[in-house]
């Protein structure tokens, strides 16, 4: 049976033709779209939407009446009010493993930029400060043989700390609820608390999903805790570092620099200070922006929504338990469903 789908954004020509032949599509381009009556009136008989970067509110799913399933172009799904959509057995498809490496060369991309001070210097160049060779004052630090403290060690964490440790001979410490006894096998790597990884690391790298635990979790208390010229790197989600503090931090020298592909608020403000100070790097979240990573994941999410939407399990998901709580025999899986 054919469904309504509601594409917001970042397909291609061939995943849009994909979709439709099977379904009817409404496809947005622009982020702006997101507020116009055509978005509404297409979100008001959506069984799919397909989104990235769209923050999707308990309010918009009570506009969509119809919607049986959203496929997320990332892996991250802090922007979906998951206890809604659980409410109302709406699946929620997400894009993991397809932008681990990706993901992991930006902090590594971060890391690097950070301690070899490479925007300063670039810029520095750039403005024709460069008459003789650099002093001191100008040098950055080593990366390689250093403490790299993973804040998190999932797929993304791990990639990261495997080129720190295979590539850079790094020590890999790491903080995580569970132990990771293949990784640390692997990588030599050292499970902590928190404050003791934050202490011992000269790199702290931040690759946890942003939920109730997270937020703030890098607050002023835990960045007093880093060394003096630690490096704070932040790859998952701005709102688990506390900016204000961190701000402080890096203008009090209480840590040395900090690499941040993501913020409390996105885009970053036009007030905000960070993109100024010679000691932070700041990318804007382009994680898994790369052309071919991005195109995975957009085909990642096509695929899971036509797997959804003809009622077969998705690829990735991150709450398949709906699947199961649906009745089998509604010919709409989704609103008419029940428990
Ligand atoms: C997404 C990300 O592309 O996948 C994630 O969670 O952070 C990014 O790679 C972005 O959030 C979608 O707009």
Redesign the pocket.
């Known amino acids: 049976m054919r469904k309504n789908i509601v594409a917001f954004r970042?397909l291609n020509e061939e995943q849009l033709a994909q979709l439709r032949q099977h379904h009817d599509v409404d496809f947005f381009e622009h982020h702006e779209d997101a507020d116009s009556p055509a978005f509404h009136a297409a979100l008001a008989k959506a069984h799919g939407l397909i989104t990235?970067?769209?923050k999707v509110t308990p309010q918009l799913i009570s506009n969509a009446p119809h919607l049986e399933t959203i496929a997320?172009?990332?892996?991250?799904?802090d922007?979906y009010p998951l206890a809604t959509l659980n409410e109302r057995n709406i699946l929620l498809c997400?894009?993991p493993d397809v932008?681990t490496e990706t993901?992991a060369d930006t902090g590594f991309l971060l890391i690097m930029a950070t301690a070899r001070r490479a925007v300063e210097l670039a810029d520095w160049v750039k403005d024709g400060q460069w008459k003789s060779s650099i002093g001191p004052d100008l040098f950055g630090s080593d990366v390689h043989g250093k403490t790299l403290g993973m804040v998190g060690f999932g797929r993304i964490g791990a990639a990261i700390a495997r080129r720190g440790s295979l590539g850079f001979g790094m020590q890999i410490r790491y903080t995580m609820a569970s132990p990771k006894p293949e990784l640390e096998k692997e990588l030599g790597a050292l499970r902590l608390p928190l404050e003791d990884l934050l202490a011992t690391s000269d790199f702290v790298c931040v690759s946890v999903p942003l939920n109730r635990d997270t937020e703030k979790l890098i607050d002023s208390a835990a960045l007093e805790l880093m060394k003096p010229n630690g490096i704070l790197i932040n790859i998952?989600?701005g709102k688990v570092i506390d900016e204000q503090a961190l701000i402080e931090a890096l203008n009090t020298g209480k840590i040395g620099a900090a690499g941040l592909d993501?913020f409390e608020q996105e885009p970053l403000p036009a007030e905000s200070p960070l993109p100024h100070m010679p000691n932070v790097v700041a990318l804007p979240?382009i994680?898994?922006?790369t052309r071919e990573?991005?195109a995975a994941?957009a085909q990642r999410a096509v695929d899971n929504m036509l797997l959804a939407l003809a009622g077969n399990d998705p690829i990735s998901s991150v709450n398949p338990e709906v699947l199961t709580r649906r009745v089998k025999w509604s010919p709409e899986f989704g609103p008419g469903a029940k428990l």
Not at 72 to 77: E, K, P, R
């Open positions: 970042r990235a970067g769209l997320s172009i990332s892996v991250g799904y922007n997400n894009t932008l993901t998952s989600r993501v979240h994680g898994s922006a990573t991005r994941m």
